[in-house]
C-alpha cells in the first residue's frame, strides 16, 4: 500500500470512527442457536454475591465463594449453576494472575457447556481464555479467539468483538496482514449488528494499523507463511481441531504457582 493512498484511507477511518457510523441491520443473522438451561436461583444469587465481592477488591473471598458455590451446584446436579461457578471463578483467579488455576476453570466450564452444546456460553468462555492468553500465555490467544467466533457465528455483535480482539493480538505478534483480515470481519459484523460503539472501535484500529504498514514498520507478508484466519472457521470440525490443539497445552499450567508471561 503507497503511503499517500494509505493516509487517505487512514483519515476516513479516523473520520469515521469519531463521528460514529450508524448503518442498517443487513439480512436477518443466522440463528446462533438456543441458550443452554439456567442456574438455580440460589446458585445465581450467590453467583450475584461473589461478583460484588470482586467488584468490591476482594477476589480471593470471590474466588472462594465460587468454588465452593460450583461443589453445591454440581452435588446437586445444576449443571448450568457450575459452569457459571466455574467460568466466574476464572475471572476471579485471573485478578490475582493465577493463570493456571485460572485456566483450569475456563476449561472446566467449557467442558460443561460442550456437554449441552450451548453455542452463546461456550463464545463467552472461549473469549475470555483468549482474554486470558493475553495475560498468561500469550501464543494461545489466536487459537481461543478463534475458537470464539467459531462458536459466535450468528451472533454478530459477539462475532465482531471476538474478531476485533483476534485483530489486536495478531498486530501484538508482528502479523499485519492477518490482524487487516481479523479486523476486516469484525468490522462486517459491526455493521451487521448496527454497533456504532464496536464499528469506532475497529476503524480506529484499522486506521493506527495501516498508518503503521504505510511507514514500513512491517517488512514481511506473514500469509505466505501462515493461512488466512477463514481457514479456522469453515466448520465445527474445526472447533474441535483447536480444542485438541489447545487442550495439549494443558501440562504448561498444571502447579497453582504459575506465574504470568510477560507480555
Known sequence: MRYAAAMRVTLWCLTVAAAGCQCSKSEAAFDAGPSGPVPTAAIQAGVDAALAKRQQGDSLAASTLLLELAAKARAANDV???????HRAGDTL?????????????????????????????GLVANDLGLWSKHCQLEEAVGWFSLAMSYRRGDDGAFGVSANNLGAVFWNINRPEEANLAYQEALVAAERASDPVLQRKVLANLALLWVLIAEGHYDFDPLAENAPIDALLESDAGVDDLLRALDARTSRFDHDDTEPRPI
Open 80 to 86: 448450568a449453576g457450575e459452569a457459571l461457578a466455574l
Open 94 to 122: 485471573l485478578d490475582r494472575h493465577e493463570c493456571g488455576p485460572s485456566r483450569k476453570r475456563y476449561l472446566e466450564a467449557l467442558a460443561l457447556h460442550r456437554q449441552g452444546n450451548d453455542r452463546i456460553k461456550l
